[in-house]
Nanobody, 125 residues
Framework: QLQLVESGGGSVQPGGSLRLSCVAS????????IGWFRQAPGKEREPVSC????????NYADSVKGRFTISRDKTKNALYLQMNSLKPEDTAVYHC??????????????????WGKGTLVTVSS
């Protein structure tokens, strides 16, 4: 089955950290642009961070720069998001995504080749 499966979400206090994981099954991420998106209750889906398939460059939403780090492990066919200094406004369902054609995956919000079901991150005191 071709799919992306996220894990690592949970509840954390402000200032805390979480590490999200996304594992692909049934296909290799090697030639895909990959990234993390999130959707908070009542808000639009937004890109968080992406890795380009062209040059492995990374980009981040302004709201997470300096706090979040995206990485990949080709041997595990996986994508990660290390989230530090979490804030209540980071509360959302986090999804991973992959697309073969898009160089900058974070430039789109819909239409990716693969989309995970998501993992919930709640930041609250």
């Amino acid at each position: 089955q071709l799919q992306l499966v996220e894990s690592g979400g949970g509840s954390v206090q402000p200032g805390g950290s979480l590490r999200l994981s996304c594992v692909a099954s049934g296909f290799s991420l090697d030639y895909y642009s990959i990234g993390w998106f999130r959707q908070a209750p009542g808000k639009e889906r937004e890109p968080v961070s992406c890795i380009s398939n062209a040059d492995s460059s990374t980009n981040y939403a302004d709201s997470v720069k300096g706090r979040f780090t995206i990485s990949r492990d080709k041997t595990k066919n996986a994508l990660y998001l290390q989230m530090n200094s979490l804030k209540p406004e980071d509360t959302a369902v986090y999804h991973c995504a992959a697309d073969r054609m898009m160089v900058d995956l974070c430039s789109i919000n819909y239409g990716m080749d693969y989309w995970g079901k998501g993992t919930l991150v709640t930041v609250s005191s």
